[in-house]
T-cell receptor, first 109, second 112 residues
């Protein structure tokens, strides 16, 4: 079967660093995506990894290990506006995205 | 550019009623998708289209139909709404070069 696992909820402090993990078991791999979704809004694209390693984009970085079926999203210098859900998704052999349930990130002052 | 838009934003239906959700995009996307999002679950694919005039079933197609008569529009229909179809519906278009999906603002549907 196809499965994407990520923690349901995480709490972090403003200014700190947080790592959100994602493990996947899907039929094939054609890229790992991270999206941000604020409450009541649509998901918005954050990052994409297709090769192993770290992709850095400002305060956000995403890491991929294809052999381990594992990715993480690293958020640095947390701001209150980073309070949102973070969705991990894997593109399978049919070029369809398989989505995790999302990790709700709560930022405390 | 408006990107991906959806109408309506909110709707309340009674069981058995029908409705059509409209998704429009001006980003020249070939691939378009309809998802539903329910609490505690990931986005689930209802139907998708890889081009004008083509549609295909996703993970949860039962109770829904779609049409893609024009490249820029992707319609989702509910023929006889059921309370289990209460959900938030998102449309997305996919950028060919990067496989990145761009979402519309969503339609919040309640079926009583």
């Amino acid at each position: 079967g196809q499965n994407i696992d990520q923690p349901t909820e995480m709490t972090a402090t403003e200014g700190a660093i947080v790592q959100i993990n994602c493990t996947y078991q899907t039929s094939g791999f054609n890229g790992l995506f991270w999206y941000q979704q604020h409450a009541g809004e649509a998901p918005t694209f954050l990052s994409y990894n297709v090769l192993d390693g770290l992709e850095e984009k400002g305060r956000f970085s995403s890491f991929l290990s294809r052999s381990k079926g594992y990715s993480y999203l690293l958020l640095k210098e947390l701001q209150m506006k980073d309070s949102a859900s973070y969705l991990c998704a894997n593109m399978d052999n049919n070029y369809q995205l398989i989505w995790g349930a999302g990790t709700k990130l709560i930022i405390k002052p | 550019n408006a990107g991906v838009t959806q109408t309506p934003k909110f709707r309340v239906l009674k069981t058995g009623q029908s409705m059509t959700l409209l998704c429009a995009q001006d980003m020249n996307h070939e691939y378009m998708y309809w998802y539903r999002q329910d609490p505690g679950m990931g986005l689930r694919l209802i139907h998708y289209s890889v081009g004008e005039g083509t549609t295909a079933k996703g993970e949860v197609p039962d109770g829904y139909n779609v049409s893609r008569l024009k490249k820029q529009n992707f319609l989702l229909g509910l023929e006889s709404a059921a309370p289990s179809q209460t959900s938030v519906y998102f449309c997305a278009g996919q950028e060919k070069e990067t496989d990145t999906q761009y979402f519309g603002p969503g339609t919040r549907l309640t079926v009583l």
